[in-house]
Structure formats: C-alpha cells, structure tokens
C-alpha cells in the first residue's frame, strides 16, 4: 500500500474529478500515457481509497428538495457516539464534528420541510446524549457543488 501519490495521480484525480466517467483511453491520450499505465493507476487509487466513484443526486430533479442543517449540542463526552448515531441515520449525508457553535453537524437533502422536522425533532433530538437540536433549512440553492467532497491532495 502506497501512502502518497505523485504528479501523475493527482492529473487523473483532476481529470475524474470533473467527469468520472472519462475512460482510461481518454485520459492516457490526454497526458500522453499508455492505457494500461492509467487503468493501473486508477485502480490503485480506488483500491487505496485515494478515489471513490459514485453517484451524485442532482437537486434539481427531486419535487422538492429541502437542504437541511442540524446543528446538534451534546453532552460532553458523549459528542462521539452521537455523531455515530446520526451518520446511521439514512436521510443524513454528513456529519462533522465541530469547535464553535454546535458540537455536531448534520447535513440531509430531503423531501420536504416535514421530513425535516421528522428526523431533526422525532430521531436525532430523542437520541440518548443530544442535548439541544437546531436547523437549518437552506430557501434558495445560488450554487451547490456536487462535487464538495473533493480533496486535492498535496
């Protein structure tokens, strides 16, 4: 196992990152490699979990999409297991952990405002350990990157 990557693997992280679905042939032409040297490439990447290749729902085409943040307080001590808890749940996307206003962050894209309310009052606030649950709910979308999840590693 390999714990770095060079040059060479950061272009094709660049260039599937921008369409995943570029073939191998495509981008050997474009940096001026064999095929085989960046089907090898790429299948270390996936097989190092450098890259993981999956789909990405488009807001656009959902009836109503509603973008929520849950800002959650929980009980010192206990901040990890409730962040464990709430990644469990499968209308959340994101969890982080926090310094500042709340210990944990949710991040869900749902169906409306009463899934919402559902998962951030009915679940997540009746978890063992949450002391205070407040959302968010995004009115406009301006931009949203589906591709946020990138990382450029250096």
Same mark, same amino acid.
């Given at each position: ?20 679905? %570029?073939?191998?042939? /495509?981008?050997?032409?474009? *940096? ?10 790429? /299948? ?36 990890? /297991? ?6 469990? *749940? ?7 952990? %926090? ?25 997540? *606030? ?29």
């Amino acid at each position: 196992m390999t714990d770095r990557i060079d040059d060479l693997d950061r272009q094709i992280i660049d260039l599937l990152s921008e369409d995943a679905r %570029l073939s191998n042939r /495509k981008i050997a032409g474009e *940096l001026g490699y064999t095929e085989g040297t960046v089907r090898s490439r790429v /299948k270390r990447l996936e097989e190092e979990n450098f890259i993981r290749f999956t789909a990405v729902t488009n807001m656009a085409h959902l009836d109503r999409p509603q973008l929520a943040y849950v800002g959650i307080h929980a009980e010192q001590g206990q901040i990890k /297991k409730v962040a464990e808890r709430v990644a469990k *749940l499968p209308e959340i996307n994101g969890v982080i952990i %926090l310094l500042g206003r709340f210990d944990i962050l949710a991040i869900g894209l749902f169906e409306g405002l009463s899934e919402v309310h559902r998962v951030a009052s009915n679940q997540i *606030l009746d978890m063992e350990g949450v002391r205070l649950v407040e959302t968010t709910v995004a009115v406009d979308v301006v931009k949203y990157n589906n591709r946020l999840a990138k990382i450029i590693l250096t």
